[in-house]
């Protein structure tokens, strides 16, 4: 009689009996590991972009408001440092260098919205 079939198939199953619990593991260790990295870095950046948005607020049209508008330069490239697409970098870098140019105006206005928008894709 040819044992061929039950050796086989006892080495199978004893590998599988290895293998699977580490596969297992792993999989478990690398969705635990991005929960972990998304817990931490998602009330940071919320909270920079309300500074972000609290600082626009205190912008005010004219550009005698200096003090106002280097806070939300500062807040502006924080945030930009954050972020991964080109768009919004662009967006925002754009927004800080007018607002600090010239304060508050409507095209600035218009400049924080379309912020706003592409922000909310990028978180």
């Known amino acids: 009689m040819d044992n061929d ?3 086989n198939a006892a080495l199978i199953t004893a590998l ?3 293998l699977a619990p580490t596969i297992t593991a ?3 260790s690398v969705k635990e590991y991005l929960i972990s990295k998304m817990t931490h870095t998602i009330e940071p950046r919320l909270n920079l972009c309300q500074s972000f948005s609290d600082s626009y607020l205190k ?3 004219g550009s ?5 508008m280097n806070d939300f330069y ?3 490239m924080k945030l930009i ?3 991964h697409r080109k768009k919004t970098r662009r967006a925002l870098f754009t927004l800080a260098n007018e607002v600090k140019t010239s304060g ?3 095209e600035t206005d218009a400049l924080y919205q379309k912020c706003i928008r592409l922000l909310s894709k990028e978180f």
């Not at 005698?64 to 106002?68: A, P, V």
């Open 5 to 7: 079939f039950t050796v």
């Open 16 to 18: 599988a009996a290895i």
């Open 26 to 28: 792993v999989i478990h």
């Open 59 to 61: 912008c005010q049209y």
């Open 64 to 68: 005698e408001k200096t003090g106002y």
């Open 74 to 76: 500062k807040c502006s």
């Open 81 to 83: 440092a954050l972020c």
């Open 104 to 106: 508050a105006t409507p």
